[in-house]
């Protein structure tokens, strides 16, 4: 749509520089919206995708990321997840798939999406994992495992929904009106602090709340407010 391409130019312009998507995201058109609008790519800009929603045996991966190619209108895509392992087929052999790509210069680096620390580490035992993609908020902490398993090795956590919270927690309500800020960056701002290798994605279509998330980086949390938010 003409107005996504100008609000995905719009974005980039304001700072930013990681953009997800997903082979299944609205049939398609994310990707297309976005090779559309990118194409070249910007220099600093890393956009990830996503195969194997539905089904990840090696030749689905590969038919799903040639597809992906094209939409976004890219020789290589700078980081291609895993969007969740596959009950009918091994992590092994989808990572694999995508070992394979990597080494045909299709995919730089390799993510996995929606594991848990075993399926994390047995995919590493496969190829060399760059970021894991999980959802992670301040109401949704069960992948804290991963979260700190990532720190130690120097992977990429890249929280999906991460400004999922509670409106009403009082301590978060308390902590954004001493800031001036809104809860929506108090939660972003635990994030960034919760662990060094941590990159939220939150999705908007709104250039205002873009820059108001790109401005939770510049958010400080006292090391008491990290605990009243349950660090």
């Not at 954004?176 to 635990?190: D, N, P």
Request: hydrophobic letters at 40%.
């Amino acid at each position: 749509m003409p107005e996504n391409v100008a609000f995905l130019r719009e974005a980039v312009g304001a700072g930013l520089r990681l953009i997800d998507t997903a082979y299944t995201y609205r049939g398609g058109d994310s990707e297309g919206t976005i090779g559309a609008a990118l194409s070249p790519l910007p220099d600093g800009v890393v956009v990830a995708t996503k195969g194997g929603w539905d089904g990840a045996k090696p030749e689905t991966l590969r038919a799903e990321l040639e597809e992906s190619l094209r939409r976004l209108r890219l020789e290589a895509i700078p980081l291609y997840y895993l969007h969740r392992p596959d009950p009918a087929t091994p992590i092994e052999e989808s990572v694999g798939a995508l070992a394979e790509l990597q080494a045909e210069g299709k995919i730089r680096d390799v993510g996995v999406s929606n594991v848990d620390l075993d399926g994390l580490e047995r995919a590493r035992e496969v190829v060399t994992v760059a970021a894991v993609q999980n959802h992670y908020s301040l109401v949704e902490r069960e992948s804290d495992d991963v979260v700190d398993h990532c720190a130690r090795e120097g992977i990429a956590f890249v929280p999906y929904f991460p400004l999922r919270h509670l409106d009403d927690d009082g301590a978060l309500v308390e902590i954004a009106e001493r800031h001036g800020a809104t809860t929506s960056q108090v939660a972003l701002a635990w994030l960034l602090q919760r662990s060094p290798v941590m990159h939220p994605i939150p999705g908007t279509l709104s250039l205002e709340h873009l820059r108001e998330n790109l401005a939770a980086e510049r958010l400080e949390l006292s090391d008491d407010e990290l605990a009243a938010l349950g660090a």
